[in-house]
């Protein structure tokens, strides 16, 4: 069995593989407008599917779009009683926190 040495063509060899490429030159990039336009022409429709508000377990609809999904570690006893205020007022958990919200302002 031979050994052969693999890097032999690079002994010695230019290095014009190694040497950096020029900048490619600033591409417009076009304005939504625009593309929606040629999208259109070309018989294409940009759908960004609808924001649905999602039904609570009682049957309501949030009254609001959702902004932000986010995770808390939060207390099972605190999201009781948190969970139980909504209920009997008819708060969605968003507009709950957002009350709960102000009144933390006015502290």
Do not use: Y
């Amino acid at each position: 069995m031979s050994m052969s040495n693999t890097f032999k063509n690079l002994a010695g060899g230019s290095l014009e593989d190694f040497a950096p490429k020029p900048k490619a030159l600033d591409v417009e990039v076009p304005s939504v407008k625009r593309l929606e336009r040629l999208a259109e022409e070309q018989g294409f429709v940009i759908d960004n599917h609808p924001v649905t508000r999602k039904p609570l377990k009682s049957g309501r609809v949030a009254s609001k779009d959702r902004a932000q999904p986010m995770t808390l570690r939060i207390r099972v006893a605190d999201w009781n009683r948190f969970s139980a205020f909504c209920e009997r007022n008819g708060h969605t958990v968003a507009d709950g926190f957002e009350r709960l919200a102000a009144l933390a302002d006015t502290l």
